[in-house]
């Protein structure tokens, strides 16, 4: 059971887990990696078609086409190694090798529809935060495309940020536009946010009320194909194996957060929480807006 131990004077947490320790890590060249079908499957990997034994009991899952190898499309599992009381992994695709970039429109809105059925159902028995490590240096345990739900305490202080001002705009379809802050911490971050937030005040009841939870289908669709247009643009600009986090917000308005990890913090920045970018955003969304494809 997680241990929150509070910081009264800094209104600040910590979790203890004990129960993380050990962790497995594994990387691709770990897995014999085999071409079954459709699907590209690794050995021993708990998330692949075939060691469905090796995981917790399935919590929710999208079927797979009768025609497929798999039976499933995407699973929900418990987390073997929580943060929390409540830790879900949500596992994208059968296939070991394919990325967010990889999958279909269809696949893609799935995908966006399970996230939002499980923040709905998990967000009454906390505040669940939804995030996606991807790479060694973002904390990748596992290589098989999967995201994580983890579920705090309401009465948790969250130092989430808020939502930024829309500058250095990179790109926009029907339903949402994406930005690199000029709050950027990171090089290259980019912000994803619904169009209707553009030239709204940050503080106006229509604002509040963009939560990706009751957004409707074509919304979740469109917001899935301009998260598959952003990573591949970075792939182009950072290279193919560049390492990211992204999160979507805890709280209304909606944001969904990309950072590519091409910086570690050092020291200072530890010792102060004071952040150094070294790419200036409005650089960093020109520079983005070249490798798009429209």
């Given at each position: 059971m997680a241990k929150y131990i509070p910081d009264n004077k800094n209104h600040r947490w910590v979790i203890l887990t004990p129960g993380r320790f050990g962790k497995p890590k594994a990387k691709n060249?770990?897995?014999?990696?085999?071409?079954?079908?459709?699907?590209?499957?690794?050995s021993d990997c708990p998330f692949c078609p075939g060691n469905e034994n090796q995981t917790p009991k399935e919590i929710d899952?999208?079927?797979?086409?009768?025609?497929?190898?798999?039976?499933?499309?995407?699973?929900?599992?418990?987390?073997?190694y929580p943060i929390t009381d409540i830790h879900e992994i949500i596992i994208h695709n059968p296939d070991h090798?394919?990325?967010?970039?990889?999958?279909?429109?269809?696949?893609?809105?799935?995908?966006?529809?399970?996230?939002?059925?499980?923040?709905?159902?998990?967000?009454?028995?906390?505040?669940?935060i939804l995030f996606r490590n991807k790479g060694e240096t973002a904390g990748t345990s596992i290589p098989h495309p999967h995201s994580q739900i983890i579920v705090l305490p309401k009465q948790i202080n969250l130092e989430a940020l808020s939502l930024e001002p829309l500058h250095n705009i990179v790109y926009r379809n029907n339903y949402f536009v994406t930005y690199c802050p000029d709050f950027s911490q990171y090089p290259y971050e980019v912000w994803i946010t619904h169009s209707k937030l553009i030239g709204m005040e940050i503080r106006s009841e229509v604002v509040s009320n963009v939560n990706f939870t009751t957004f409707l289908p074509e919304e979740l669709e469109d917001l899935g194909a301009i998260m598959q247009?952003?990573?591949?643009?970075?792939?182009?600009?950072?290279?193919?194996?560049?390492?990211?986090?992204?999160?979507?917000?805890?709280?209304?308005?909606?944001?969904?957060?990309?950072?590519?990890?091409?910086?570690?913090?050092?020291?200072?920045?530890?010792?102060?929480?004071?952040?150094?970018n070294t790419v200036d955003p409005r650089d960093?969304?020109?520079?983005?807006?070249?490798?798009l494809t429209r």
């Open positions: 060249s770990d897995y014999a990696i085999t071409q079954n079908g459709a699907y590209s499957i690794a899952r999208i079927p797979g086409a009768d025609n497929l190898i798999s039976q499933w499309l995407i699973r929900v599992i418990p987390n073997q090798c394919k990325e967010i970039e990889d999958l279909s429109l269809l696949e893609m809105k799935q995908l966006m529809i399970m996230y939002q059925k499980r923040l709905q159902i998990l967000s009454h028995d906390g505040v669940p247009e952003l990573i591949r643009a970075m792939k182009k600009l950072l290279g193919d194996d560049f390492a990211y986090n992204y999160y979507i917000s805890p709280y209304p308005p909606f944001y969904l957060r990309i950072i590519p990890r091409v910086l570690i913090r050092g020291g200072f920045e530890l010792g102060t929480g004071l952040s150094t960093a969304a020109e520079e983005l807006k070249k490798y």
